[in-house]
C-alpha cells in the first residue's frame, strides 16, 4: 500500500481537526485510509499527516479538487502544504 505524506501548519489544531475528520469520510471514497496525525513537539500547530493509498494517483486528483483546496482554507492551513506520495520500498 502506499503512503501519503503531509506536512503543513494550522492557525488552530482543535478547529483544524473537526475539518480533517470530515475531509477523510469523503477521502475514503478514494481509497484513502488510516490516518495518523502528529504535532510537532517544537509547535503544536506543526503537523504531519500519513494516509494509507490504495491508488496514488486517484490520491493525487482527490488532493488537487478546488473543495479539498476551500476546505484546507476554512480549517486555518497557514502555509502551502508539503505532499510527499510514497510506494513501499
Not at 70 to 77: C, L, T
Amino acid at each position: 500500500m502506499a503512503l501519503m505524506v503531509t506536512r503543513h501548519k494550522v492557525r488552530d489544531y482543535n478547529h483544524w481537526k473537526n475539518f480533517f475528520a470530515k475531509g477523510m469520510a469523503d477521502a475514503a471514497n478514494w481509497g484513502m485510509s488510516n490516518p495518523r496525525v502528529f504535532r510537532s513537539s517544537e509547535d503544536p500547530n506543526e503537523l504531519v499527516v500519513l494516509i494509507d493509498l490504495a491508488n496514488i494517483e486517484r490520491a493525487k486528483t482527490f488532493m488537487g479538487k478546488p473543495e479539498v483546496a476551500q476546505i484546507m482554507q476554512d480549517a486555518g492551513v497557514l502555509d502551502r502544504p508539503d505532499w510527499y506520495y510514497l510506494n513501499p520500498a
